[in-house]
């Protein structure tokens, strides 16, 4: 997002907290002035709120979730400052899957059958009713990790026993939602919203799984493409029928001012496209592949988003493929070491219609280290899925670091 609103006319300063090895290289288009990062956590909203005001920040861009789901947009309002994202009550569409599983039912948004439960034995008996098969969710925010996929009761009753009575994800597990398992193809859907008007984007493919062929542990996100071969434009028109349009009349029954990107996760079922679930924000590594082929000015589309004047703007897309593959420190997502050096991103970043974003990245002393799950998302554009995958990965070869791990298989279901 900082590299996209960086090329913007509009921006003459721009600060990231806390900000990452990468995003401190980044240059204004406009003054060729470097984005500066600060050293404030993105849920410290007293420091942040001070920051903006003593800066005279013109406009804050909330990337993550947890701060959207902490209100950072109600104090900023509160005080006075332009910030972009959901508010409070808004962001509970990603904060609280009971949320949005009650307003998906309520407005007739189809969604699998799903029931939501604070007690076990009624949790239990739902995920029997459906033998068993289904996925049992922790209803806050659980870093992506709250998501339990069970095959047979026996996993089904331990899932239940491990958020609800053990605690594993503490109080994001005090309520859970038990979806019936889904079959099919998964894909990500985006809106960028202000209220009245939704604006799709075209599609995205993540790929969830840490290793090649779905196997293996949820992450994150292991890597994506844009756009997919899965729904054709008119299909994508039905989706947004069946999806956005109820989604829109609910939020204005509800008085829910919806300012920012809507996320839905979709499964594309034989019984047609499923939500398994919304959030509040943009999607990472969702946004790598979104922000590489968008056309317009992202200042621009936010402040439109902000104002409520959407409706004026037309989102307008490069023809061409990006693909983003993502390299993980060895063991993610479970633990893995920081602090290992990283070498070929400067030949790496000189390849054509390329850009390596960085993620869990920082900077010691000349060097620049591993200091996260999810270290780079290593993205390419061009005329077609095949060659993008190919230059991306071809980037992919010019970077080491003990432990790199990454999938060798984005973007392989839709070749
Ligand atoms: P969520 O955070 O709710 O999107 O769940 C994380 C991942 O779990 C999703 O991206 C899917 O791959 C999988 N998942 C979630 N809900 C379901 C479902 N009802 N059926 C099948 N897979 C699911």
């Known amino acids: ?30 003054n060729g002035s470097a984005v500066q990062c600060v050293n404030i956590g993105a849920e410290d909203l007293p ?45 509970q569409f990603e904060s609280s899957k009971v949320f949005s599983q009650n307003f998906m039912a309520k407005y007739g948004i189809p969604t699998a059958k799903a029931g939501s439960f604070s007690d076990a034995a009624a949790a239990k008996k739902f995920a029997a009713s459906l033998g068993g098969k289904c996925v049992v969710k922790a209803a ?22 491990d958020i609800l009575v053990a605690k594993k994800f503490g109080a994001a597990g005090a309520d859970i939602v038990i979806q019936e ?20 984007f075209p599609t995205s493919q993540d790929h969830k799984r840490a290793e090649d062929g779905d196997k293996g542990l949820n992450t994150g996100g292991m890597g994506t493409y844009s756009p997919t ?7 994508l028109t039905r989706v947004s029928n069946s999806i956005l349009k109820p989604w829109l009349r609910g939020c204005a029954e509800e008085k829910i001012d919806y300012c920012g990107i809507l996320y ?12 398994l679930e919304f959030n509040a924000r943009f999607g990472d590594p969702e946004t790598q592949v979104y922000l590489t082929r968008l056309e317009n000015d992202l200042v621009e589309l936010l402040n439109a988003s902000v104002d409520g004047t959407l409706d004026k703007h037309v989102l307008r897309w490069n023809p061409a493929v990006s693909v983003c593959v993502v390299m993980a420190s060895g063991g993610y997502p479970e633990s893995y070491p920081k602090g290992k050096v990283i070498s070929g991103l400067d030949e790496a970043g000189k390849l054509p219609d390329t850009k390596v974003f960085h993620a869990g990245t920082a900077r010691n002393g000349d060097q620049i280290v591993t200091s996260g799950g999810r ?19 071809a980037a992919v070869s010019r970077i080491q670091f003990d432990g790199a791990h990454y999938r060798r298989d984005i973007g392989a279901k839709a070749l």
């Open 264 to 275: 839905p996760g979709l499964m594309l079922t034989k019984a047609g496209p499923k939500v």
């Open 375 to 393: 270290v780079l998302g290593v993205t390419a554009w061009r005329a077609d899925l095949r060659a993008a995958r190919d230059a991306a990965y």
């Open 140 to 161: 806050g925010l659980a870093l992506g990790k709250g998501v339990l996929i069970c095959q047979g009761t026996a996993e089904a009753d331990k899932a239940i026993d």
């Open 229 to 235: 071969p899965f729904l054709s434009d008119a299909e």
């Open 1 to 30: 997002m900082v590299w996209k609103l960086a090329q913007s006319p509009h921006a003459t300063q721009l600060w990231c907290a806390p900000g990452n090895a990468g995003i401190g290289l980044e240059r204004l288009a406009k």
């Open 47 to 91: 420091k942040l709120l001070a920051f903006a005001k003593e800066n005279r920040v013109e406009l804050t861009v909330v990337g993550p979730d947890n701060p959207l789901a902490m209100g950072i947009v109600d104090l900023f309002k509160k005080n006075g400052l332009r910030i972009w994202g959901p508010n409070q009550k808004a962001a």
């Open 181 to 200: 398992f889904l079959e099919g193809m998964e894909i990500s859907l985006h809106a960028i919203c202000d209220g009245k008007t939704a604006k799709l």
